[in-house]
């Protein structure tokens, strides 16, 4: 079966760093995505890897092993705004050139004063 | 605002009803899919469609169905419904239909779906 892990809830202080992890197994690999989601609100792009490596944005840093199926998110000088859960997903190629998504359960951060 | 529209934003219903739920993607984008969100599911991917053609399925129900028109917009179908099928209903967009770089997606506001 696909499977993702990711910690259920992390909390942190204003202006630190938080790395949130995220593991998969999944029967194919187009590419590993990240989005943020405020309560009650859409999911909304973050970051997207799809070779080794780190990729920055801003803020917001995503890194990615394909041999450990593990990648992480890394959020610096974080903001209260930056409370919101956030989901890693696996996009997976079809037969018909499509995308497959397997998204995990999603990580809820509380960012405190 | 990410440019994809969908209606209703909210919709009660009664078990074993039929509705149908409609998306609008930005403007020039190729590709719709839809999700499913749960308190206890989580996001799940149900099926996606490029430029009319189905090309990805992923947990949809039988019960469940979808389509591209010509003009873009698409609809999701859900029949026969079940209090379970109670959640929230993301439409996404993207310019294409696998990756080619990073092709994000862009969700619209979604429509929540009360069985009773």
């Known amino acids: 079966g696909q499977n993702i892990d990711q910690p259920t809830e992390m909390t942190a202080t204003e202006g630190a760093i938080v790395q949130i992890n995220c593991t998969y197994q999944t029967s194919g690999f187009n590419g590993l995505f990240w989005y943020q989601q405020h309560a009650g609100e859409a999911p909304t792009f973050l970051s997207y890897n799809v070779l080794d490596g780190l990729e920055e944005k801003g803020r917001f840093s995503s890194f990615l092993s394909r041999s450990k199926g593990y990648s992480y998110l890394l959020l610096k000088e974080l903001q209260m705004k930056d409370s919101a859960s956030y989901l890693c997903a696996v996009s997976r190629p079809t037969l018909l050139y499509g995308q497959n998504f397997v998204f995990g359960p999603g990580t809820r951060l509380s960012v405190l004063p | 605002d990410s440019g994809v529209t969908q209606t209703p934003k909210h919709l009660i219903t009664a078990t074993g009803q039929r509705v149908t739920l409609r998306c609008s993607p930005r403007?020039?984008?190729?590709?719709v899919y839809w999700y499913q969100q749960s308190l206890d599911q989580g996001l799940q991917f149900l099926i996606q469609y490029y430029n009319g053609e189905e090309r990805a399925k992923g947990n949809i129900l039988e019960r469940f169905s979808a389509q591209q028109f010509p003009d873009l917009h698409s609809e999701l179908n859900l029949s026969s419904l079940e209090l379970g099928d109670s959640a929230l209903y993301f439409c996404a967009s993207s310019p294409r239909t696998r990756l080619a770089g990073s092709d994000e997606q862009f969700f619209g506001p979604g429509t929540r779906l009360t069985v009773l």
């Open positions: 403007s020039g984008d190729l590709s």
